[in-house]
């Protein structure tokens, strides 16, 4: 969650005053913030999207001002937008966190009622668009170095880089190139150390080892007289769910290829790798994985996250600007259940009337969760057996 004060989290329990400030950065002055009026909006965030946080921001302007016109037309064309809320106080003061550094993707507006519709994106999306315009020799470098410096020959050093994984302590690449496609190969050297990548609420670049537990919750969404939770809907959905995962990567090109396969082994669960659910696996294909271990560590994550997506839980509640995809919540519902679920997304209205709708995922066992998933692992020759892409 944002860095935010207790007496913050303690107002957001009662009637509160919100605030509510953009700005807008033109390509041509960068640096130079121009506030502008907020007549509405929405933000979207989601961890399983490459480009985590979207948003659209409704503006007040008039054609009749030909610099208001100029400066947005000039916004689509490298243009930012940065959005702050938070809460007004009783005495006047205000504590606000920053929502996102947002590129300007589109502008509408209809001529005659004083108002225009910015169309926004995190700055994974200008990442997305710079494609490789040669390939991009990876061989010899550290994967997070790798990654880093895919970031930097579009971004420089206008941003900051927020790195927490240990390059020294990676393998070199060999004989690894990407080609055209920037994002994925970003995501693709990510999943060799298995980390993520994305950009956070103020625009700078995080390369993070992903988490390896649910930790404490940090913040609680109960219902009651001071609760902060307005309903909740619960759904089982087998279409996200996998339950076996292959990884198949080549170190080089004078070694064999490496095969992974992580199945669900657990005889309980009726999303056993053979059982009535199946064998529906996920293919996972990489340049950048260059031993059997990192490829059974990608495979065991990914199915766990795949097994996990069985369960979800919509929650509607009083928005509170501090929360990010990731953070774990401790829900506790009218009847008087209480579990914890990790944040998927959330879509949150930019104006005093919206709530906030919450998406999260949990295990559909809890007890899995706790005592941890039981896998089987096929590798080699037997991965592709398993997967009946050979006679055995």
């Not at 509405?40 to 001002?65: H, K, M, P, T, Y």
């Not at 004083?114 to 995190?122: E, I, N, P, V």
């Not at 995809?325 to 949150?348: C, K, T, W, Y």
Request: glycine content about 8%.
């Amino acid at each position: 969650m944002l860095t935010v004060s207790s007496r913050f989290l303690a107002a957001l329990r009662g009637a509160h005053a919100i605030s509510l400030v953009a700005s807008i950065y033109r390509p041509s002055a960068p640096t130079v913030a121009i506030p502008v009026s907020i007549l509405g909006g929405n933000l979207i965030a989601d961890i399983d999207a490459q480009v985590r946080r979207r948003a659209e921001l409704e503006i007040a302007f008039s054609l009749a001002d030909p610099v208001n016109v100029q400066i947005i037309r000039e916004l689509p064309f490298g243009g930012y937008c940065k959005i702050e809320r938070g809460i007004r106080y009783a005495d006047g003061s205000t504590e606000r966190v920053q929502l996102g550094m947002f590129r300007v993707d589109a502008i509408t507006w209809p001529e005659l009622q004083g108002r225009a519709t910015l169309t926004l994106s995190d700055r994974m999306a200008q990442i997305q668009d710079e494609a490789l315009q040669v390939p991009y020799q990876a061989s010899g470098l550290k994967p997070s170095d790798a990654i880093v410096a895919l970031v930097q020959q579009v971004f420089g050093s206008s941003i900051a880089y927020h790195v927490s994984t240990t390059p020294a302590s990676e393998p070199t690449l060999a004989d690894t190139v990407y080609d055209e496609d920037r994002g994925a190969a970003i995501s693709d050297l990510a999943a060799a150390i298995g980390a993520g990548t994305y950009f956070d609420n103020l625009g700078d670049f995080v390369l993070a080892p992903l988490p390896a537990g649910l930790g404490s919750p940090v913040w609680t969404l109960d219902a009651g007289a001071t609760g902060v939770l307005i309903s909740a809907l619960e759904s089982l959905d087998r279409s996200s769910v996998r339950n076996g995962v292959s990884v198949r990567a080549q170190a080089d090109v004078t070694t064999a290829p490496i095969y992974s396969l992580a199945t669900d082994n657990d005889p309980a669960s009726p999303t056993r790798w053979g059982g009535p659910f199946g064998k529906v696996p996920l293919i996972v294909s990489s340049q950048s994985i260059q031993s059997q271990a990192v490829a059974d560590s990608t495979a065991a994550a990914l199915l766990k996250l795949r097994l996990g997506l069985s369960r979800t839980l919509e929650l509607h509640g009083v928005p509170n600007p501090a929360l990010e995809g990731g953070d774990l919540l401790q829900i506790v519902h009218p009847d008087g259940r209480s579990e914890n679920a990790i944040v998927n997304s959330f879509e949150m209205g930019l104006d005093p009337a919206s709530d906030i709708t919450i998406g999260t995922r949990t295990n559909w066992r809890p007890d899995l969760q706790a005592a941890g998933t039981a896998l089987r692992f096929y590798r080699g020759e037997a991965a592709l057996r398993e997967l009946e892409e050979v006679p055995a």
